[in-house]
C-alpha cells in the first residue's frame, strides 16, 4: 500500500513538474514570441525615424542648395595717406582737401550680393565710404545652356577694355589704377549691354571676346541717343609645364560726345595755331589699346607677372584744362585731343606672403604737343589739360592672413613743365604715400 | 664678450631648431589620403628633420588651400580647372605645377550579394541622374536602387559629374558621404547601394565592370585593364605645387616618383605611372 501510495506521489509529482515544465516553456515562447514581436516593433520605429530624417535632410539639402546660390563678398580699404604738400592735386585716391597733405580714408567699402543659378547670374554690388554711397554693379547675366559659350550681359558693369579696368582693386596690388584708366573711363563702369564668348574647355579656350554697346557716361544716366561701341578680343596661353602664361588682349572704344548748342568743338592738336573748330554736332571718342601679361615662376622667390598696356586716340574732354572723359551731358566746348598713354608694372613674389610691386605709367593727353609749347599761343587753347604725366610707384604688399593684406606704396609724380603755363613752371610738389589695411571675404 | 657669445649661442641654436624643424603641409583629395600617409610615414621614418602633415578635406579644399597659400602641395584626384588656375595666377602669379604620381581606375561600387555584374558608361549616368531607380531595369533584382556619392569639395565627385555623367546633376536622392571610406561602408551594409571611388578601397564590396556603351565589353578596374586603356573611367592622381619644387619639397617630390614611392602606390593598390 507504501509501495502503491508511493508510485502515486511520484506520478503526482511527475505529471506536476510536467505541468511546470509546460507552462514555463508556454511561458519561454510566449516571452520569446513578445521580444521577437517588441524587435520588430522597434526596428520598424527606426526605420520610420530613419526615412523621416531622410525626408527631412533632402528638404533641407533643396533649401542649402538654394542658398548656396547666393554669395555675399566684400572689402574695405582703409588708408592712411601723406603727400608732399597741402592740397595736393592727386590720382591716388582723390585731391587733398585746402590746407591738408594726410589723411584718413575708406577708400572703398565694398558689398558685393551675387546669385548664381549657374547659367544666369545677377549681381549687385555697393560702395560705402565717408563720401556716401554708390552704385557700383547691378547686371544680370545668362549663357546658352547647350555649350555655355555665349553669354549675354546687361545693366551696369565693367567696361570691356584692357585688362586693369576688370581687374579687381581687391586683388590689384597698386593701390590705384593708372591716371590713364582713371581720365579715360573714370568709376570703370557704365551702362549697357554686351556679348560675351568663352568656351570652359576646348580648342577655342584660349580666344575669349567681350564687347557690347553703352551709354557712355559711367554710372549716370543717358544722355543722348548715341551708343558708344566697347570691345575686347582676348587670347590667353598657358604653358604648363614651364610654368609660364602669356595673355594679351586688343581692345577698342568706338563713340561719340554730343556739342552743347551754341557750343564749339576744338581741335587742340598744334602748338602755335588757332585750334581748329567745328560746328559738327558730335565730337569723336576712339581709343586703341593693346594689353599684355606675363606670368612666369622664379626658383626659390615664387611667381612674377609682368604687365603692359598701351592706349592712344581721340579723346574727347570737357575743358581746356581737363581731358576726363565726360560723364554728363556737357555744357561748354569740347577739346579733341590725339592722346598717347601705357603702362609697365612688374609684380615679384618673395615667398608666400609679400610681393614688390614697381609700377610705371605715362600719360600724355595731347601727344601733339609738348613741354614749353603749352600756354605758348593763346589761340591754341591749350591748357592744364594737355600736360603729360608720368608716376613711378613703388611698394611692398604683405598678406597677413586669407582676409587681412597691407600695402605700403609710394607714388613718385613727375608732370610736364611749360614756363609759358601758369602753375606748371616746375614739377608739382605731388608725391604720396599711401599705408593700406584690406579686409576681404 | 660674454653676452655676445650668449647671443650667438641662443641664435645659432634658434637657427638650427629652425632647420630640424622643416614642416611640409599636404592637403586635399580623400582618395589619396591612404597613399599620402604611407608615403608621408615611410619618408620621415627615412629622413630626420622633416615634418609631413597630411590631411583630406577633398581635392577641392585642397586647391583652395594652396591658393589661400595654406598648403605647401595640394593632393587632387582631378585635374585643377581654369578657373582654379586663374586665381592662383592672380595670388601668386603663377599657374602652378602638376605632377602626375598615380593612375586609379575610378570603381563603381556594389554589395557582394548584388547579382548585378557590369554595366555601360550610360547606365551608369542613369542611374546617378536618377533615371533608373530599380536594380530590374540594369539587370538586378526588384529593389530600389539606393545611391552614395561624395559632397562637392571631392575631386572624384568632379571627376564622375565630369566624365561618367558628362557634366549632369547628380540624383538628390543621392547620399553624400563625406570619404570614400564611408562610401564603402554604406555599400557593405546596404545590399541595394551603389557608390564609386578609388580603386584602392575595395574591401567587403565588389567592383562592377564598366563598358564603355552596351555593345562594348566591360572590363574590371584592373591594373592591366587600366595600363592599356580598356578600363573606360581611369585617371591621374596629381600632386599640385604653386612653384617649381625646391629644397625639402623637391626632394619630397623626387622621392614619391622613385621606385619606393611607387611602390606604396602599388601596395596601396592604386598603379604606379613610372
Known sequence: MKKNFGIWKMRRFTRL??????????????????????????VEEIKGALDGLNESYLETKTIVDALKKIKISGYVHAQYQSAQRDGAASYAGGNFGAGIHNRYTVRRGRLKVAYDNDITQFVLQIDATEKGLGLKDAYAMFKEPWMRTFGLKAGIFDRPFGFEISYSSSSRESPERTRLFQTLFPGERD??????????EGDF???????????????????????????????????????????????TYIGKVKRADGKTIYTVNSASLASASTSELWADRKYFGFDLQVYYSLPVLGGFTLRSEVIGGDQAGSSANSSTSPTSLLTGDIYQRNFLGYYLMYVQNIGEQNQFVAKYDVYDPNSDVAGNEVGAVAAARLGSGDIKYSTLGLGLVHYWDDNIKFVFYYDIVKNETSKNLSGFTEDLKDNVFTLRMQYKF | MKKIIFAVVIMAAAFGFYMQSKVITVKGSDTMVIVAQRWAEKYMSEKSGITIQVTGGG??????????GTTDICNASRPMKPSEREKLKQRFNTLGVEVKVAKDGLSVYLNEVNQVKELSLQQIKDIYTGKVTNWKEVGGKDSRIIVYGRENSSGTYVYFKDNVLNGADYTATMQSLPGTAAVVNAVVKDKNAIGFGGAAYAKGI??????????????????????????????????????????EIKEYVDWILSKEGQEIVSKVGYFPVK
Open chain 2, 59 to 68: 581635392s577641392g579644399t585642397g586647391i583652395a588651400a594652396l591658393i589661400n
Open chain 2, 206 to 247: 565588389k567592383f562592377t565592370a564598366v563598358k564603355k556603351d552596351a555593345n562594348s565589353p566591360a572590363f574590371l578596374p584592373t591594373e592591366e585593364n587600366i595600363k592599356n586603356g580598356n578600363y573606360p573611367i581611369a585617371r591621374y592622381l596629381y600632386l599640385y605645387l604653386r612653384n617649381k619644387p625646391t629644397g
Open chain 1, 205 to 251: 579656350s584660349f580666344v575669349n571676346f567681350k564687347g557690347g554697346f553703352f551709354a557712355g557716361n559711367g554710372v549716370n544716366p543717358e544722355v543722348d541717343n548715341q551708343k558708344d561701341f566697347i570691345g575686347r578680343l582676348g587670347f590667353s596661353f598657358p604653358f604648363y609645364e614651364e610654368n609660364l602664361g602669356i595673355d594679351f588682349g586688343l581692345s
Open chain 1, 17 to 42: 513538474f510536467l505541468l511546470i515544465l509546460l507552462f514555463a516553456g508556454v511561458q519561454i515562447f510566449a516571452q520569446e514570441d513578445t521580444t521577437s514581436t517588441n524587435v520588430e516593433a522597434k
Open chain 1, 191 to 200: 551702362l549697357g549691354a554686351s556679348l560675351e564668348i568663352s568656351q570652359p
